[in-house]
Protein backbone atom coordinates (compact mmCIF):
# COMPACT_ATOMS: atom_id res chain seq x y z
CA UNK A 1 0.00 0.00 0.00
CA UNK A 2 1.09 3.67 -0.55
CA UNK A 3 2.38 5.59 2.61
CA UNK A 4 -0.37 8.66 1.93
CA UNK A 5 1.82 10.36 3.72
CA UNK A 6 4.79 10.63 0.93
CA UNK A 7 1.97 12.19 -1.45
CA UNK A 8 1.19 16.01 -0.31
CA UNK A 9 -2.40 16.17 0.57
CA UNK A 10 -3.72 18.77 -2.57
CA UNK A 11 -7.19 20.46 -2.78
CA UNK A 12 -7.88 19.99 -5.82
CA UNK A 13 -11.39 21.63 -7.06
CA UNK A 14 -12.12 24.95 -4.73
CA UNK A 15 -13.54 28.29 -5.74
CA UNK A 16 -12.49 31.70 -5.06
CA UNK A 17 -15.73 33.17 -4.88
CA UNK A 18 -17.07 30.29 -3.02
CA UNK A 19 -13.96 30.02 -0.49
CA UNK A 20 -14.48 33.20 1.25
CA UNK A 21 -13.58 32.78 5.59
CA UNK A 22 -17.31 33.48 6.68
CA UNK A 23 -16.07 35.76 9.44
CA UNK A 24 -14.16 37.78 7.03
CA UNK A 25 -17.54 38.32 5.31
CA UNK A 26 -19.58 38.49 8.58
CA UNK A 27 -16.95 41.46 9.38
CA UNK A 28 -17.07 42.86 5.23
CA UNK A 29 -20.91 42.85 5.63
CA UNK A 30 -21.28 44.94 8.59
CA UNK A 31 -18.95 47.56 7.46
CA UNK A 32 -20.68 47.84 4.20
CA UNK A 33 -24.16 47.99 6.61
CA UNK A 34 -25.24 44.40 4.10
CA UNK A 35 -27.62 41.81 6.18
CA UNK A 36 -26.08 38.50 5.15
CA UNK A 37 -28.89 36.45 3.36
CA UNK A 38 -30.89 34.21 4.92
CA UNK A 39 -29.55 31.30 2.58
CA UNK A 40 -26.20 31.68 3.38
CA UNK A 41 -26.81 31.66 7.01
CA UNK A 42 -28.54 28.56 7.20
CA UNK A 43 -25.87 26.98 4.89
CA UNK A 44 -23.21 28.32 7.43
CA UNK A 45 -25.26 26.20 9.92
CA UNK A 46 -25.42 23.23 8.06
CA UNK A 47 -28.43 23.18 6.65
CA UNK A 48 -29.79 22.34 2.94
CA UNK A 49 -31.14 25.10 0.75
CA UNK A 50 -32.63 24.85 -2.82
CA UNK A 51 -30.06 24.89 -5.65
CA UNK A 52 -31.28 28.74 -6.05
CA UNK A 53 -30.55 29.70 -2.39
CA UNK A 54 -26.84 28.18 -2.76
CA UNK A 55 -26.39 30.53 -5.70
CA UNK A 56 -27.60 33.44 -3.75
CA UNK A 57 -25.67 32.64 -0.90
CA UNK A 58 -22.32 31.80 -3.71
CA UNK A 59 -23.14 35.50 -5.39
CA UNK A 60 -23.13 37.29 -2.28
CA UNK A 61 -19.75 36.71 -0.97
CA UNK A 62 -18.90 37.13 -5.22
CA UNK A 63 -20.06 40.73 -4.59
CA UNK A 64 -17.36 41.54 -1.84
CA UNK A 65 -14.60 40.73 -4.01
CA UNK A 66 -14.18 44.19 -5.46
CA UNK A 67 -10.73 45.11 -4.23
CA UNK A 68 -7.46 44.09 -4.73
CA UNK A 69 -7.12 43.58 -1.20
CA UNK A 70 -10.21 41.93 -1.63
CA UNK A 71 -8.71 39.18 -3.61
CA UNK A 72 -5.98 39.02 -1.53
CA UNK A 73 -7.98 38.20 1.40
CA UNK A 74 -9.40 35.28 -0.18
CA UNK A 75 -6.86 33.93 -2.14
CA UNK A 76 -5.37 33.84 1.88
CA UNK A 77 -8.11 32.14 3.49
CA UNK A 78 -8.31 29.60 1.03
CA UNK A 79 -4.61 28.64 1.83
CA UNK A 80 -5.37 28.80 5.68
CA UNK A 81 -7.98 26.60 5.44
CA UNK A 82 -5.70 24.25 3.20
CA UNK A 83 -3.07 24.52 5.78
CA UNK A 84 -5.22 24.44 8.76
CA UNK A 85 -6.27 20.75 7.45
CA UNK A 86 -2.81 19.23 6.55
CA UNK A 87 -2.88 20.10 2.95
CA UNK A 88 -0.44 21.38 0.66
CA UNK A 89 -1.74 22.88 -2.40
CA UNK A 90 -4.93 23.76 -4.47
CA UNK A 91 -6.16 24.11 -7.48
CA UNK A 92 -8.21 27.70 -7.38
CA UNK A 93 -10.92 27.71 -9.91
CA UNK A 94 -12.52 31.55 -10.24
CA UNK A 95 -14.56 33.79 -13.11
CA UNK A 96 -12.65 36.95 -13.65
CA UNK A 97 -14.96 37.47 -16.46
CA UNK A 98 -18.07 37.59 -14.16
CA UNK A 99 -16.35 39.71 -11.67
CA UNK A 100 -14.92 42.58 -14.05
CA UNK A 101 -17.12 42.29 -16.96
CA UNK A 102 -20.42 40.86 -15.89
CA UNK A 103 -20.72 42.73 -12.89
CA UNK A 104 -18.28 45.28 -13.35
CA UNK A 105 -17.44 45.40 -9.89
CA UNK A 106 -13.42 44.94 -10.15
CA UNK A 107 -10.33 45.81 -12.57
CA UNK A 108 -9.11 43.33 -14.30
CA UNK A 109 -5.78 44.47 -13.26
CA UNK A 110 -6.61 44.64 -9.64
CA UNK A 111 -8.40 41.26 -9.36
CA UNK A 112 -4.92 40.27 -10.93
CA UNK A 113 -2.55 41.58 -8.53
CA UNK A 114 -4.97 40.23 -5.69
CA UNK A 115 -4.37 36.76 -6.76
CA UNK A 116 -0.56 37.09 -7.51
CA UNK A 117 0.24 39.01 -3.91
CA UNK A 118 -2.15 36.02 -2.03
CA UNK A 119 -0.24 33.40 -4.25
CA UNK A 120 3.14 34.68 -3.90
CA UNK A 121 2.69 35.03 0.06
CA UNK A 122 1.35 31.35 0.33
CA UNK A 123 4.41 30.50 -1.42
CA UNK A 124 5.79 31.39 1.44
CA UNK A 125 4.29 29.28 3.73
CA UNK A 126 5.38 26.56 1.68
CA UNK A 127 2.20 26.13 -0.31
CA UNK A 128 1.27 25.05 -4.20
CA UNK A 129 -1.58 26.91 -5.84
CA UNK A 130 -2.66 27.68 -9.58
CA UNK A 131 -5.67 29.25 -10.88
CA UNK A 132 -8.37 27.84 -13.55
CA UNK A 133 -10.39 30.18 -15.33
CA UNK A 134 -13.78 28.91 -15.19
CA UNK A 135 -16.59 30.18 -17.62
CA UNK A 136 -20.18 30.08 -16.79
CA UNK A 137 -21.50 26.89 -19.27
CA UNK A 138 -25.08 27.80 -19.53
CA UNK A 139 -23.96 31.39 -20.78
CA UNK A 140 -22.42 29.40 -23.97
CA UNK A 141 -19.21 28.89 -25.94
CA UNK A 142 -19.82 33.10 -26.86
CA UNK A 143 -19.19 33.76 -23.54
CA UNK A 144 -16.28 31.67 -23.16
CA UNK A 145 -14.60 33.38 -25.61
CA UNK A 146 -15.15 36.37 -24.53
CA UNK A 147 -13.61 34.94 -20.93
CA UNK A 148 -10.18 34.43 -23.28
CA UNK A 149 -10.81 37.43 -25.12
CA UNK A 150 -10.51 39.49 -21.47
CA UNK A 151 -7.79 37.19 -19.88
CA UNK A 152 -5.14 35.58 -22.76
CA UNK A 153 -4.13 38.87 -23.62
CA UNK A 154 -1.64 39.14 -20.79
CA UNK A 155 -2.37 36.03 -18.95
CA UNK A 156 -0.40 35.61 -15.24
CA UNK A 157 1.66 32.68 -15.19
CA UNK A 158 -0.54 30.84 -12.30
CA UNK A 159 -3.33 30.24 -14.30
CA UNK A 160 -2.30 26.93 -16.00
CA UNK A 161 -6.12 25.81 -16.81
CA UNK A 162 -9.66 26.65 -18.44
CA UNK A 163 -12.93 25.36 -17.21
CA UNK A 164 -16.91 25.22 -17.50
CA UNK A 165 -18.59 25.58 -14.57
CA UNK A 166 -21.98 26.63 -13.42
CA UNK A 167 -25.27 24.50 -14.74
CA UNK A 168 -24.51 22.21 -17.60
CA UNK A 169 -27.29 23.91 -20.17
CA UNK A 170 -24.94 24.14 -23.09
CA UNK A 171 -23.93 20.99 -25.19
CA UNK A 172 -20.07 19.92 -25.31
CA UNK A 173 -19.75 20.15 -28.70
CA UNK A 174 -20.52 23.48 -28.72
CA UNK A 175 -17.66 24.20 -26.52
CA UNK A 176 -14.85 22.21 -28.33
CA UNK A 177 -13.98 25.65 -30.47
CA UNK A 178 -13.15 27.80 -27.02
CA UNK A 179 -11.51 24.51 -25.44
CA UNK A 180 -9.45 24.69 -28.56
CA UNK A 181 -8.26 28.01 -28.64
CA UNK A 182 -7.75 28.07 -24.74
CA UNK A 183 -5.13 24.70 -25.32
CA UNK A 184 -3.69 26.68 -28.10
CA UNK A 185 -2.83 28.85 -25.65
CA UNK A 186 -1.19 26.59 -23.78
CA UNK A 187 -3.98 26.02 -21.00
CA UNK A 188 -5.54 22.80 -19.44
CA UNK A 189 -8.91 21.87 -20.48
CA UNK A 190 -11.35 21.16 -17.24
CA UNK A 191 -15.08 21.09 -17.10
CA UNK A 192 -17.73 21.11 -14.52
CA UNK A 193 -20.18 17.81 -15.64
CA UNK A 194 -22.58 15.58 -14.12
CA UNK A 195 -22.98 17.49 -11.78
CA UNK A 196 -26.21 19.26 -12.05
CA UNK A 197 -26.12 17.91 -15.54
CA UNK A 198 -26.58 14.19 -16.88
CA UNK A 199 -24.13 11.66 -16.63
CA UNK A 200 -24.01 11.56 -20.78
CA UNK A 201 -22.53 14.99 -20.17
CA UNK A 202 -19.41 13.43 -18.91
CA UNK A 203 -18.87 11.32 -21.90
CA UNK A 204 -19.89 14.50 -23.74
CA UNK A 205 -17.23 16.69 -21.94
CA UNK A 206 -14.52 13.98 -23.04
CA UNK A 207 -15.53 13.09 -26.36
CA UNK A 208 -16.91 16.17 -28.14
CA UNK A 209 -15.28 18.47 -26.03
CA UNK A 210 -11.97 17.18 -25.43
CA UNK A 211 -11.31 17.94 -21.64
CA UNK A 212 -8.58 16.45 -20.29
CA UNK A 213 -10.35 16.71 -16.76
CA UNK A 214 -13.88 16.30 -15.53
CA UNK A 215 -15.30 18.28 -12.43
CA UNK A 216 -17.28 16.01 -10.14
CA UNK A 217 -18.77 13.26 -12.70
CA UNK A 218 -21.17 12.07 -10.40
CA UNK A 219 -24.00 11.22 -12.81
CA UNK A 220 -21.64 9.06 -14.98
CA UNK A 221 -22.77 5.82 -16.16
CA UNK A 222 -20.39 2.25 -16.17
CA UNK A 223 -19.87 2.52 -19.35
CA UNK A 224 -18.36 6.16 -19.29
CA UNK A 225 -16.58 5.41 -15.80
CA UNK A 226 -15.24 2.56 -18.07
CA UNK A 227 -14.33 5.41 -20.69
CA UNK A 228 -12.66 7.66 -17.75
CA UNK A 229 -10.02 5.09 -16.35
CA UNK A 230 -9.24 3.79 -19.81
CA UNK A 231 -7.85 7.84 -20.75
CA UNK A 232 -6.99 8.06 -17.25
CA UNK A 233 -9.07 11.08 -16.68
CA UNK A 234 -9.30 12.48 -13.36
CA UNK A 235 -12.03 13.36 -11.89
CA UNK A 236 -12.42 15.89 -8.93
CA UNK A 237 -14.82 14.71 -6.52
CA UNK A 238 -16.53 16.64 -3.54
CA UNK A 239 -18.32 15.04 -1.31
CA UNK A 240 -19.61 17.98 0.92
CA UNK A 241 -20.44 20.29 -1.93
CA UNK A 242 -22.30 16.70 -3.85
CA UNK A 243 -24.32 16.39 -0.60
CA UNK A 244 -25.65 19.46 -0.40
CA UNK A 245 -26.15 20.32 -4.67
CA UNK A 246 -26.69 17.14 -5.83
CA UNK A 247 -28.64 15.23 -2.88
CA UNK A 248 -30.42 12.76 -5.13
CA UNK A 249 -27.39 10.77 -6.50
CA UNK A 250 -27.67 8.74 -3.43
CA UNK A 251 -25.76 7.06 -2.77
CA UNK A 252 -22.26 8.08 -3.20
CA UNK A 253 -20.72 6.71 -6.14
CA UNK A 254 -17.06 7.62 -5.45
CA UNK A 255 -16.60 3.57 -4.05
CA UNK A 256 -18.20 2.93 -7.63
CA UNK A 257 -15.77 4.89 -9.48
CA UNK A 258 -12.26 3.79 -7.53
CA UNK A 259 -13.58 0.40 -8.04
CA UNK A 260 -14.14 1.23 -12.25
CA UNK A 261 -10.66 2.79 -12.22
CA UNK A 262 -11.28 6.18 -12.55
CA UNK A 263 -8.42 8.18 -11.05
CA UNK A 264 -10.82 10.81 -9.04
CA UNK A 265 -9.34 12.91 -6.13
CA UNK A 266 -10.82 14.94 -3.50
CA UNK A 267 -11.87 18.93 -3.50
CA UNK A 268 -14.22 21.08 -1.14
CA UNK A 269 -15.77 22.74 -4.25
CA UNK A 270 -17.24 26.38 -1.91
CA UNK A 271 -16.35 25.53 1.85
CA UNK A 272 -17.13 29.22 2.37
CA UNK A 273 -20.55 28.63 1.73
CA UNK A 274 -21.16 25.01 2.26
CA UNK A 275 -19.09 24.69 5.35
CA UNK A 276 -16.16 21.73 4.85
CA UNK A 277 -12.21 21.18 4.60
CA UNK A 278 -10.11 18.49 3.08
CA UNK A 279 -10.73 16.79 6.57
CA UNK A 280 -14.28 16.52 6.25
CA UNK A 281 -14.13 15.41 2.72
CA UNK A 282 -11.57 12.46 3.96
CA UNK A 283 -14.29 11.94 6.94
CA UNK A 284 -16.76 12.06 4.21
CA UNK A 285 -15.23 9.01 2.25
CA UNK A 286 -14.64 7.09 5.33
CA UNK A 287 -18.20 6.85 5.60
CA UNK A 288 -18.98 5.70 2.71
CA UNK A 289 -16.79 2.88 3.64
CA UNK A 290 -13.64 3.36 2.16
CA UNK A 291 -10.82 2.43 3.67
CA UNK A 292 -7.18 3.53 4.01
CA UNK A 293 -6.29 2.52 0.39
CA UNK A 294 -8.84 4.04 -1.12
CA UNK A 295 -7.89 6.96 1.12
CA UNK A 296 -4.32 6.57 -0.23
CA UNK A 297 -5.34 5.94 -4.04
CA UNK A 298 -7.02 9.75 -3.60
CA UNK A 299 -4.44 11.25 -2.32
CA UNK A 300 -2.03 9.61 -4.49
CA UNK A 301 -4.12 10.86 -7.47
CA UNK A 302 -5.00 14.10 -5.45
CA UNK A 303 -1.07 15.34 -5.77
CA UNK A 304 -0.02 13.24 -9.31
CA UNK A 305 -2.89 15.16 -11.21
CA UNK A 306 -2.86 18.36 -9.58
CA UNK A 307 -2.52 21.03 -12.06
CA UNK A 308 -0.58 23.43 -8.87
CA UNK A 309 2.15 20.61 -9.01
CA UNK A 310 2.45 20.30 -12.35
CA UNK A 311 5.31 21.84 -14.36
ZN1 LIG B 1 -17.00 23.63 -8.68
Request: hydrophobic share 45%; glycine share 12%.
Given at each position: MDNPSVHPLI??????????????????SDRRGLGVPASLEELWSGQAVPFAGFIEAFLFGAALLDSRAAVREATLAVARRTQAAGGLGFDLWTSPHFLVVHRGQIQLDAFWRGLEEGLSEIRTW?????????????????????????????????????????????????????????????????????????????????????????????????????????????VDVCPSSNRSLASDVVPHPLPRMLLAGVRCALGTDDPGVIPCDMGTEVEAVRDMGLDDIALARLRQNGAEDAWCLAD
Open positions: DRHTHLEGALDPAWVRREGLHACVVLDAVNHFGPKHGQAVLDLALPELPAFVKGFSTGGLEGCPFRDWAPVFDRARAAGLRIAAHAGENGPGSNVRDAVIEGGVSRIVHGIRADEATLDLLAERGIP
